[in-house]
């Protein structure tokens, strides 16, 4: 049996960790120091920031649960979960780790996104949102919400297109 990717390569595996971990930091104060803008205006009581009017706005809100507030009050699960799902996908990397751009998004987004929500969680028993879409009756949503769901499309885009394939090689004759 093959050796897992990071036992292989040491030296090379950490550097790429290293790139990507500096993405998740960039990702994670992105999100936290959005959640403090905003969360420090409702304190102010300045209430909701139009940005386009009848389409987007930021209104604070605190959320208990998790997408579209389901399992709602449950942060003591929801926090052990993200827990154990960040856990998981720094393993997952390590055994299964690809260089893909597709899968270095997808991964650095999802862990970045699932981080700064883990924090609000952890530290506060909820997680503050603030971007609001006025046109459509849709919850609302914060950054790392919106990193968790750019990631997942770009995790798909890389099983539905690269996994398993094979690189092609293009030679002159």
């Known amino acids: 049996m093959d050796k897992p990717v990071f036992l292989k390569d040491k030296k090379k595996y950490f550097i790429e960790l290293s790139f990507k971990l500096g993405i ?15 969360a420090n205006r409702h304190a102010q009581r300045l209430g909701d920031m139009t940005v386009i009017p009848r389409i987007l706005s ?12 389901i399992f709602g009050n449950s942060t003591l699960f929801l926090t052990i979960a993200s827990a154990v799902f960040i856990i998981g996908f720094f393993v997952a990397d390590m055994f299964f780790h690809n260089k893909n751009g597709w899968y270095v998004a997808s991964f650095t987004l999802i862990v970045g996104g ?18 609001r ?31 398993g394939k094979k690189d092609k090689v293009v030679t002159k004759k």
């Not at 209104?59 to 998790?66: D, L, V």
């Not at 699932?114 to 971007?131: E, K, Q, T, W």
């Open 24 to 38: 998740i930091v960039v990702l994670i104060i992105a999100d936290i120091a959005t959640k403090v803008y905003f």
């Open 58 to 69: 930021f209104t604070y809100t605190r959320n208990t649960g998790a997408a579209f507030g």
């Open 133 to 163: 879409f006025d046109f459509i009756n849709f919850a609302i949503f914060n950054l790392a919400d919106v990193f968790l769901t750019i990631g997942l499309i770009c995790y798909c885009i890389w099983i539905l297109f690269f996994v």
């Open 114 to 131: 699932a981080i700064g929500n883990f924090i609000d969680r952890a530290f506060l028993g909820y997680v503050r949102d603030f971007i």
